[in-house]
């Protein structure tokens, strides 16, 4: 199979005429969770303005857990809601149905018609290669072009197929509009045929078992994290195409610390957000991904020991040099974000 690929001076023109310039770098803008809402429920729409003040990104699904005889009442109910708030800061972005389904274009261009100068984000579903992601950017254009849309609407992708996960990199290269991608760990396991019945965190029998070394009972079984490939795939392939990874959904609401857990995995990985499918989440995710007050302290000690980002210092019998520079400043920069939308939480970071 031979693959042809755009001409770099062509990958940024607009694909259709009167479309909005695509972006060459992503707005700088603070996503630690995308906080998913069913916007056919009128008594969760009425919130939508007060709990847009307390996330980063406020979301309507129109996909999985939407039943298929509320699928319009989900497209109008958040395109009223759209329309009915100011989101200031928080990002607006819609789920939209896989393009495989009846819904999808209804979807896209419905949205866009009628709320396309509002919405920042289309998170697309089931992504398997770059060809669903140029299919959505040339339709995007279209419809931005005809109907007066002046800021791109950018694309996340969900990585919840084996092909998908294949695929990864073509994906997160495949379009100036693409914002960057989540793990869909729920129907990634049903696609590679894992034997789980959950959505996303570990499995109790997925681990290592030490050895038995002197015939005692007593062996150590330490469980391992069954996403850490993925997420470390998508990691690489997001950075190097200098868009946004993330984790996906957390579904056992009664188990804090192991959501805690995973979303903590995914942080320290480099992801900067996940997914907030209930209330609770909104504040896990907050303190996950807002990096930690002793963290950014040291950071700080990092950048003021070695003001042009150059050399070798000793802080604390740890060796500081030129990489360890660029580590402090990924955590500064994200503690300067945190502290401009959330001062509260930035008033721990100190400055
Ligand atoms: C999310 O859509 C998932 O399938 O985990
Ligand atoms: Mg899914």
Redesign the pocket.
């Known amino acids: 199979m031979t693959t042809a690929s755009k001409h770099p001076r062509k990958f940024f023109s607009p694909l259709a005429i009167g479309a909005p310039e695509p972006l060459r770098e992503l707005p700088v803008r603070l996503e630690r969770m995308i906080h998913f809402i069913p916007p056919h429920v009128e008594k969760i729409r009425a919130k939508a303005g007060d709990l847009a003040k307390q996330v980063d990104v406020l979301l309507g699904n129109l996909e999985?857990a939407i039943p298929a005889d509320a699928k319009r009442q989900a497209r109008d109910g958040f395109i009223e809601m759209a329309e009915a708030n100011d989101f200031g800061q928080t990002g607006l972005w819609v789920r939209m149905n896989t393009l495989s389904s009846p819904w999808a274009l209804d979807d896209v261009t419905e949205l866009v018609s009628k709320v396309g100068n509002k919405l920042d984000v289309i998170m697309l579903?089931m992504v398997e290669g770059p060809w669903d992601i140029h299919y959505l950017d040339q339709l995007l254009a279209q419809l931005e072009a005809a109907h007066g849309v002046t800021r791109p609407i950018l694309i996340h992708a969900?990585l919840?197929t084996a092909e998908g996960v294949k695929n990864v990199e073509a994906i997160a290269g495949a379009s100036p509009r693409m914002h960057g991608m989540s793990l869909?760990?729920?129907?990634?396991a049903a696609s590679r045929g894992m034997k789980t019945t959950r959505?996303?965190g570990g499995h109790p029998a997925y681990g290592v078992l030490a050895d038995a070394s002197d015939g005692s009972d007593s062996r150590f079984f330490h469980q391992q994290d069954l996403w850490h490939y993925t997420i470390a795939k998508m990691v690489d392939a997001c950075a190097s195409a200098g868009i946004k990874p993330f984790y996906?959904?957390f579904g056992d609401f009664s188990d804090e610390a192991a959501c805690e857990a995973q979303f903590r995995n995914a942080f320290l990985q480099g992801c900067l957000g996940a997914w907030s499918l209930h209330p609770s989440q909104i504040e896990i995710a907050k303190r996950v991904f807002s990096p930690d007050p002793e963290e950014v302290g040291f950071a700080r000690k990092i950048l003021d020991a070695m003001p042009d980002g150059t050399g070798a210092v000793m802080i604390d019998g740890k060796m500081q040099d030129d990489a360890t520079w660029k580590q402090a400043k990924v955590i500064v920069d994200l503690a300067e974000l945190v502290a401009q939308k959330d001062p509260e939480r930035g008033a721990l970071y100190g400055k």
Not at 184 to 188: E, S
């Open positions: 999985d579903p969900i919840e869909g760990p729920a129907d990634l959505v996303g996906g959904p």
